[in-house]
């Protein structure tokens, strides 16, 4: 089969189109010839081998332990392991390819993927391929800090700082879901894709900085996590939530060592002193557990995947550059189909 091979860290430039074996299933495990694979910021992290310590976490010391990189992907079952119960030749399916929390390439930019039965689940009629690859990962973080929704109350207001991201546009079309009064912020050509997704107010973080509004958040959603949590603070509600996602900005932040570890750690000693820091006492979802509701959210249209850009597995380079460099509006998708229908926004 096709597929991209990397044999060092360091830049897209390193991405090759190579012809590999196809991969064996085993007992549980499901046979996907991929249809449209995401890439999205924990990839090129891999890619990259930045920051170093992530390397210790099972990408590999050296050189990436698997060479194929992606985890996201969407596909039709092609063979199954001889203990799969849950699908069969012939299903159109979706999720994640790596079962621990790792920082891992995962096998989905190629042509076909060996997955756990317990990381897919059937893809909804109502969504396309590439819709339906472009959540999986996005989909976890955002259900992973989101827990509690069932108990939010209508009205409750919600700030999502990089909304226009891919987790931050399921986090904002979530809170939307449950009723919250969401205030969407990003730069000024997302704020348009924002108000689409159901944004009651957007911020451009360009002009106006949303912890000098003089309003009080239930929660703030913090993608990029870049302000101090002492000034986050004084747009929270004293019995508000801060939940931290951290993005570096693709190296961006330069700090290649240890990224943004020492500053999670430093808000998880604060928490037990800050109740702000605080999460909601429940445990984080499984993985099985979050691609099951991640179905029912885009079955049920509560969830609509919004995609930026479309390109073929040769363009690998091209499509990391869109994504890193580029004011992109959703998800950018490689697909192995010869038949790709290209959307390259940016030069259009």
């Keep these: 089969m096709k597929a991209i091979v990397q044999e060092r860290y360091g830049s897209p430039d390193d991405l090759d189109l190579r012809e590999v074996d196809k991969p064996v299933v085993g007992d549980d495990e499901v046979l996907v010839r991929v249809r449209a694979a995401s890439i999205h910021p924990d990839v090129w992290h891999v890619v990259a081998g930045r920051p170093y310590v992530l390397r210790l976490m099972g990408a590999g010391f050296s ?12 596909g039709i079952v092609e063979s199954v392991g001889k ?45 396309t391929f590439e819709q339906a690859a472009s959540v999986p990962a996005s989909g ?32 904002l079309q979530m809170m939307k879901a449950h009723g919250a009064h969401v205030t969407a912020v990003d730069s000024t050509g997302k704020l348009g894709m924002l108000r689409s997704l159901g944004a009651d107010e957007v911020v451009d973080y360009r002009r106006e900085d949303f912890t000098q509004r003089g309003i009080r958040y239930n929660l703030i959603f913090d993608v990029p996590g870049n302000r101090p949590f002492s000034i986050i603070r004084r747009a929270l ?11 570096e900005g ?21 928490s037990r002193f800050v109740k702000q820091l605080q999460g909601p006492g429940l445990p984080m ?10 179905r029912e959210l885009l079955e049920s249209g509560k969830i609509t995947p919004i995609i930026d850009s479309t390109f073929h597995l040769s363009e690998v380079r091209e499509a990391f ?15 192995p189909s010869e038949a790709v229908e290209q959307r390259h926004a940016a030069s259009e």
């Design 321 to 335: 550059r869109r994504m890193i460099e580029g004011e992109t509006q959703g998800k950018v998708i490689l697909t």
């Design 140 to 171: 976890l973080i955002a259900l992973q800090n989101l827990r509690g929704l069932s108990q939010w109350r209508p009205g409750q207001r919600v700030l999502i700082n990089g909304a226009g991201g891919g987790v931050g546009a399921l986090a």
């Design 63 to 74: 050189k990436p332990r698997n060479p194929i990189p992606g985890t996201d992907m969407a």
């Design 237 to 247: 509600e004293p019995d508000g939530r801060y939940v931290l996602i951290g993005h």
């Design 285 to 294: 979802p499984t993985k099985k557990e979050a691609i099951a509701v991640l």
């Design 250 to 270: 693709f190296g961006a932040s330069r700090k290649r060592v240890f990224g943004l570890v020492p500053h999670f750690l430093k808000l998880m000693a604060l």
């Design 83 to 127: 203990s799969v119960t849950r699908f069969r030749p012939g299903d159109p399916v979706f999720g994640e390819t790596i079962v621990a929390h790792q920082w891992i390439h995962g096998g989905a930019f190629a042509e076909y993927v060996a997955v756990h039965q317990d990381l897919l689940a059937p893809k909804p009629a109502n969504v």
